[in-house]
């Protein structure tokens, strides 16, 4: 793994750490904690609770890069996610319920020493307990955003307890009614979300929490004490969106330090959602104010692919803005500096080399190359061919006969 990518999850970790308030920590297959952003208990687990966890892990028959779920007892949980051969980030332990020590002991007991078992007992006691459904949201959260997965936290408990779905640590009512949101849906607009900060396009944001989001809730009727679990993923994906495009990475991490603060006072579902919109607008802002270009390959190349596979089509700008949640500006920047072009420069140069193909072949006409390749007629085919090779597309057939084709 390059310092790049573990730069941004270890930055992962301090901001899952701060917003869920559990322990999360990057562990080596030999179960060496590499990170963990609590110095004074940084070893959240010794190496030898590791190991012992990561084999689980590996005898669970698991869907491809599932997190694992470990129960040392119905209300302590550790979560695995992997992220390479190498290297897994834990989150936990945690309780579900407040345990006494003899619960703790009782629960570790048969596979750590007694001392460690008090030590992870005063951890424990460090933390609020968290409900099963928010503790999957974390591992999708995580899980999501490294490994190229695509679970929800139904998927999560659905996949490592498909037998006992509502019983034992699940709390019957609260599972249900998680179980009523469409996480598809918050899937979108997560992913929504990350891909508009990206751009800071700040009237799609707008666009998007009206469209998407709020209506969803709204028509959810979701209660004020499920939203926190719903909030888990939100703050990562928009945080990570605005790194992603080109805002200062120590700025978005102040900025997220006050936002959380601000999101701890709130006390309703009004309020919540009121925090979350004005978050995402101040990230939303610090990429739109950044003055650094990036090349932005990934955006590059999602419109070439468009453009090529819509080529004989009316292709516009706002198709490639509604594609790419890049705003039109950005766009336009984005290719100036990787083509040296404007974007209807770009499809208009594509356009007349795919025609060229098609003259090259002489197995068309003029005027069927100019309706396939959705020119409005065969004037304006040889009007736009002249104004680019300088002759028309007769007088290019001609002197490529005669090894003189013209260039554009």
């Known amino acids: 793994m390059n310092n790049t990518s ?57 869907p491809d890069n599932s997190p694992y779920i470990h129960l040392y007892s119905l ?21 579900i319920t407040h345990i006494s020590l003899d619960n ?30 928010r503790f999957a949201g974390i591992l999708a959260t995580i899980s999501n955003s490294y490994s190229n997965t695509d679970f929800s936290p139904s998927d999560i408990i659905n996949n490592n307890f498909i037998e006992n779905i509502k019983v034992g640590p699940f709390d019957q009512i609260s599972y249900e009614n998680a179980s009523m949101i469409p996480i598809d849906s918050l899937n979108f607009f997560q992913n929504s979300l990350f891909s508009i900060i ?87 802002n610090l990429v739109k104010d950044t003055s650094a270009l990036d090349f932005m390959p990934d955006v590059c190349n999602l419109c070439v692919s468009y453009i090529n596979d819509h080529i004989q089509e009316k292709i516009t700008v706002d198709d490639l803005t509604h594609l790419t949640g ?35 072949s002489s197995h068309y006409t003029i005027s069927e190359i100019a309706s396939t390749m959705g020119y409005a007629n065969q004037s304006h085919f040889i009007t736009i061919f002249k104004k680019n090779y300088g002759c028309t597309p007769t007088q290019y057939l001609k002197d490529r006969s005669q090894n003189k084709r013209p260039s554009v």
């Open 6 to 62: 573990q730069n941004k999850i270890t930055n992962t970790i301090d901001l899952l750490s701060l917003i869920t308030q559990t322990p999360v920590s990057l562990v080596t297959s030999n179960g060496e904690t590499l990170y963990c952003p609590t110095v004074e208990d940084h070893h959240y687990l010794n190496a030898d609770m590791a190991r012992y966890l990561l084999s689980k892990f590996e005898q669970k028959n698991l």
């Open 75 to 95: 209300s302590v949980l550790q979560g695995i996610v992997r992220l390479s051969e190498s290297e897994y980030i834990f989150v936990g332990p945690v309780c």
């Open 104 to 133: 703790s002991i009782e629960a570790f007991r048969s596979i750590t020493s007694y001392e460690d078992t008090h030590r992870l007992h005063d951890l424990l006691k460090k933390f609020e307990p968290i409900d099963f459904f």
């Open 198 to 284: 990206s751009s800071g396009n700040m009237d799609a944001l707008i666009k998007h929490w009206q469209d998407n989001l709020i209506n969803t809730l709204i028509k959810l009727k979701i209660q004020d004490e499920d939203i926190n679990y719903l909030c888990i993923t939100f703050y990562p994906y928009m945080f990570q969106g605005a790194v992603n495009g080109g805002a200062n990475i120590h700025v978005c991490f102040e900025k997220y330090i006050d936002q959380i603060r601000r999101f701890k006072q709130c006390k309703n579902i009004i309020e919540c959602m009121s925090e979350l919109k004005r978050s995402s607008y101040e990230y939303c």
């Open 326 to 360: 890049i705003h039109r500006n950005k766009l336009y920047s984005i290719f100036r500096a990787n083509f040296g072009m404007t974007v209807s420069e770009y499809i208009e140069k594509e356009r007349l080399r795919r025609a060229v193909i098609y003259l090259e």
